[in-house]
């Protein structure tokens, strides 16, 4: 494995979950967003005034710039399992700005999650990739993808808050999974001509505003014991399946690592599920407005009862 790589993918697994914890620490607070075009744009004006949500922006790109050198040097395989241990630090610094220790239960199954998604993917540990790269596959995989993504997406804007999250979380798996997929097609190409002249990287920018849109919608929607253990188990996921169709990284045949992809599977599913039960991290008092008391809160789409009503139906307060 190529050490560099491993290095600038901790990195960036870093710069993610401080990002994810600061994005979501303002969207959580924000007026609810009903979805749609106008309601997204709403949320993102209201955010863009947020100075933790331009910190988070700010983390976001660089982790974008530390996964595009990672992807340059090692292959999808090595560099996505490290990158969505940023799952486990995400919730640490969530818990820093909100000033109290993280919830030990919470803790414990995040950590299962990444454990269990670090030893799957040893498990489907593949060949380094090649350079020749079938165009025609990558742009159905995407296309393929993308409508999941588009569905999955629609879906939660019409769920429940605890429906939409895990929606949302696989939605934004499939994104960021292409996003991946394409900073390592686009690393690979030979020349920067190449780059700016075929259309993964303009598919690069059109899925990195769909991922970022997606991810502001999940944290204003939902907590992250919602979303983001699903989004990491989805995302490298998506990736190494890129790796293998379109770079032909052969995945290993051997029974061992066999095994361990399916004990790692069951491990993520296990941590998933319990994560799903947890309590919102949400204040449960006071308006959720980072702009301070007297600012309404809009109505999920669907649904018209106020969130005092939906946290005695639903298992999470809000």
Request: glycine content about 10%; overall charge neutral.
């Amino acid at each position: 494995m190529n050490a560099a790589a491993i290095f600038v993918a901790f990195l960036d697994a870093i710069a993610f979950g401080s990002s994810t914890a600061l994005m979501h620490h303002s969207a959580s607070r924000a007026p609810e967003s009903p979805g749609g075009a106008r309601g997204l744009a709403t949320l993102i004006r209201h955010l863009a005034t947020q100075k933790t949500w331009l910190a988070g922006v700010a983390a976001s790109l660089t982790g974008l710039g530390l996964h595009s050198v990672a992807l340059a040097l090692g292959s999808l395989a090595v560099v996505q399992p490290i990158v969505v241990t940023g799952l486990v630090f995400a919730f640490i610094f969530r818990a820093v700005l909100d000033r109290k220790m993280p919830q030990p239960r919470i803790m414990l199954w995040v950590v299962v999650v990444a454990v269990g998604i670090a030893v799957f993917l040893i498990g489907a540990h593949t060949n380094e990739s090649s350079d020749q790269v079938s165009v025609g596959t990558a742009a159905a995989f995407v296309a393929v993808a993308g409508a999941l993504a588009t569905l999955t997406w629609w879906l939660a804007t019409k769920a429940t808050e605890i429906r939409a999250g895990l929606m949302m979380g696989v939605a934004g798996g499939l994104i960021f999974g292409m996003i991946a997929s394409m900073i390592k097609v686009v690393t690979s190409s030979s020349s920067l001509w190449e780059a700016l002249t075929t259309w993964p990287i303009y598919a690069l920018a059109g899925l990195g505003l769909a991922g970022f849109l997606s991810n502001q919608y999940a944290y204003n929607r939902a907590p992250l014991s919602q979303s983001l253990p699903v989004l990491n188990v989805v995302n490298p996921v998506i990736a190494v399946t890129f790796g293998i169709i379109v770079f032909n990284e052969s995945p290993s045949s051997d029974p061992g690592l066999l095994t361990l992809e399916v004990i790692g599977l069951l491990t993520v599913l296990t941590g998933v599920a319990f994560l799903a039960r947890e309590e919102d991290d949400r204040p449960a008092d006071g308006p959720r407005s980072a702009d301070g008391p007297g600012e309404s809160t809009l109505p999920p789409p669907g649904n018209h009862q106020s969130r005092t009503e939906r946290t005695a139906v639903d298992p999470l307060a809000s």
